[in-house]
């Protein structure tokens, strides 16, 4: 847009102020259309909490207006008169004169009464839907009747994939605030930030270094193959011609002379491989 200004300045030095006028009025419209037209397109967030039908809309547009109000309190809501136009549409008395903890009891008892209708919520939305089909079908409305159609198989596929990830998906765990550990043979619970921190920070510290403590990290051996195998005794494990040094883990020699066998193997294996490659996975 300041694109646009800067050179609507170059044609107000180049055209006659009757034109520059109408070439900003075209400008403006165009503007305020591409404006309307991202409000309208962009991504909403759908709430499934609980499934709408006309009276479930009604008392979350109540719940809606009750906040609006509560913020009007607090000195948020700088115009007033929007406020007012809803909350008479909606049935809502005295909106600005209600003291504030009248309009918070009023949240609560709205809040209450949604979750009691959450309980026959898909009930009425099958109803809306269904009469909202048999309206389309006498209208004669072809469109209506082909988009109503799609949400009711849409939202019944929703629900046919719900009932399955909940027995087939693992639970999603949510954010940890307390952890419990053994001290000397005694549940210990911390359920402070500072202790939760600190005995978490300790558990995780010894699990990222147990591979510290592995044979394969100590001694000559991890001298002469290097932190990340990079040095020649590394090669010559893998050729089968390295002499492991006096001391080393016999568990320790055998699995790396497993792993040499394993890649001779490879190498002198001359038959097709077995694995998939990435042209037969695009392919299949």
């Not at 004169?97 to 709205?110: G, H, K």
């Not at 087939?168 to 549940?187: I, L």
């Amino acid at each position: 847009m300041h694109e646009k200004l800067l050179r609507l300045k170059v044609l107000d030095e180049s055209v006659s102020a009757a034109d520059y006028q109408l070439m900003h009025n075209k400008w403006d419209d165009e503007l305020g259309d591409f404006m309307a037209s991202a409000e309208e397109q962009c991504p909403k967030f759908k709430s499934c909490q609980i499934e709408y039908s006309p009276t479930v809309g009604l008392w979350l547009e109540r719940r809606s207006i009750l906040k609006w109000i509560l913020r009007w309190h607090d000195g948020k809501v700088p115009d007033s008169r929007n406020l007012e136009r809803a909350a008479r549409r909606n049935g809502i008395e005295s909106p600005l004169t209600s003291p504030r903890e009248d309009i918070e009891a009023r949240l609560v008892a709205c809040i209450g009464h949604l979750m009691e209708l959450r309980k026959i919520a898909p009930e009425l939305r099958t109803k809306h839907l269904r009469q909202c089909l048999v309206t389309a079908i006498e209208n004669g409305d072809e469109e209506a009747i082909q988009e109503i159609t799609r949400i009711r198989r849409k939202e019944c596929d929703r629900k046919r994939r719900m009932n399955i990830n909940k027995y087939v998906k693992p639970n999603q765990g949510r954010m940890v605030m307390a952890v419990q550990v053994d001290e000397n043979g005694t549940p210990v619970r911390y359920d402070s930030h500072d202790g939760f921190v600190r005995v978490v920070n300790s558990r995780i510290g010894q699990r990222y270094k147990l591979g510290l403590r592995s044979p394969l990290s100590m001694g000559q051996l991890a001298e002469d193959i290097g932190q990340y195998a990079e040095k020649e005794a590394a090669q010559r494990i893998l050729d089968g011609t390295y002499e492991f040094p006096e001391g080393t883990d016999e568990a320790l020699i055998e699995l790396l002379k497993e792993a040499a066998r394993i890649r001779v193997a490879f190498d002198t294996n001359d038959t097709e491989p077995d694995y998939v490659t990435v042209e037969d996975f695009i392919g299949y």
